[in-house]
């Protein structure tokens, strides 16, 4: 089995701010993969869908962001995951909107959401996407900025990063995931 996590903040208030892009590519990815309603389990929204021979489970942590991880350890315990087996969706300031940048492990990167992961799953070794979302211009606090909506020139970017970020997910039902980091990295 494998998991595709989407980081994000639940509510409508936050469906379409920076901080919701892994909610944003988990909800194409269900559509795109006809998977059934998602359901609420082990403090997430989830959806278990079968691609070919592989059970894929998707994942939208309902905890908010910053302990993302109080849904994820529970739920690789539970379905006997192997951390390798695993891709995190997620925004990142550091990269410009709509870039993407796929990496097999690293640090948090100053990233509540995924400092939380990395301290319940007990490594930093798993498969993510960083979808770019940029820095904020002018005062506004880093907090403020990810949960505000992208502007009406970086919608576009952001659309075409989440349906990028679905397209390495379905290719990594069925190639390693270094294949795609190679192939998504370089595009």
Known sequence: MKMIIGLGNPGKQYASTRHNVGFQAID???????APAMQTKFNG???TVHVGTEKVMLVKPLTYMNLS?????PLLDYYEIDDDEIVVIYDDLDLAPGKLRLRAKGGAGGHNGMKSLIAHIGTNEFNRIRVGVG??????SVAD??????SKDE???IQKAVERSASA???WLE???LEIMNEYNGA
């Open 175 to 177: 190639r390693p995931f």
């Open 135 to 140: 820095r904020p211009d002018g005062p506004i």
């Open 69 to 73: 991880g109080e849904c994820v350890r």
């Open 169 to 171: 997910c379905r290719a």
């Open 28 to 34: 194409l990815l269900a559509e795109q993969l006809n």
């Open 145 to 150: 900025y990810v949960l505000s909506a992208f």
């Open 155 to 157: 919608q576009p970017l």
């Open 45 to 47: 929204m989830i959806t």
